[in-house]
């Protein structure tokens, strides 16, 4: 029992190690309530791909593993109604957002930089953007103390093409990512996505705590909820389910 919950400690550490050098598939299923009283759901899956090389795999890999590259891709489908409001009832893909970075391991955890980019995949105006964006991403993972991992995720997005009638876009998301390990495989994680809107001076906050736990050395879960508590989405409640699963 005593190895099986140290695998299973094992397994939770890398599911929620957001530049771990594993394989991922996460599916996330979350309802938001907005302060207009609009619903709104979301399906999201996201992949983690990690591979040798400089941004192309197998280049200038000297085979150490001191460094990789990691693809992470997400996209979502959603579905939002509200009653009184009917412009903002849709259902539909929203846009795509892809981040490719080089990893670079250290005695303490990891450093990351590279570039994202946001797709206007949107099926339905008012769940995208109508915009392509990129701009620099850069991660740090600090693992020093024994049972937490604390990262700090940063992505910065411009504008540079799309709908010449949608609104340019320039904004910064950031996520700190914490998490607190417990024996057997259960966790607590505390990761808000936070959205600073230079153009608009928008800035917006949650805060969230989740509970999870590793239910096998290759599938893990976590419950949510989540407030968001400045912006102009304040006093919005969701709550998010994550299914995560390293094959």
Do not use: C
């Not at 579905?79 to 409001?85: A, L, R």
């Amino acid at each position: 029992m005593e190895a099986e919950g140290k695998t299973l400690t094992d397994t939770a550490k890398k599911a929620t190690n957001p530049p771990g050098d594993v394989t991922r598939i996460q599916l996330q299923s979350t309802y938001k309530h907005f302060k207009n009283d609009t619903d709104q759901y979301v399906i999201l899956p996201r992949l983690f791909l990690p591979y040798d090389g400089v941004f192309i795999p197998g280049l200038a890999d000297d085979g150490s593993r001191d460094y990789y590259t990691l693809l992470r891709l997400e996209s979502s489908l959603i579905h939002q109604h509200n009653s009184d409001i009917s412009a903002v009832n849709a259902f539909g893909l929203g846009d795509t957002n892809l981040t490719h970075g080089l990893v670079f391991r250290q005695p303490w955890g990891s450093l990351a930089a590279g570039y994202g980019m946001l797709l206007p995949t949107a099926t339905e105006k008012i769940l995208g953007m109508g915009k392509w964006q990129a701009g620099p991403a850069g991660l740090v993972t600090y693992q020093g103390f024994p049972g937490w991992q604390m990262t700090a995720f940063a992505q910065q997005f411009f504008s540079f093409a799309g709908d010449a009638n949608r609104a340019d876009q320039n904004f910064m998301s950031f996520q700190p990512i914490v998490v607190k390990l417990f024996p057997g495989g259960y966790y607590l994680i505390f990761d808000p996505l936070m959205k600073f809107d230079w153009k608009n001076n928008d800035y917006i906050i949650p805060l969230n705590l989740g509970f999870g736990m590793a239910l096998s050395k290759n599938l893990t879960f976590f419950i949510q909820p989540e407030y968001i508590v400045n912006g102009s989405t304040h006093d919005t409640f969701g709550i998010r389910f994550n299914i995560n699963f390293m094959p």
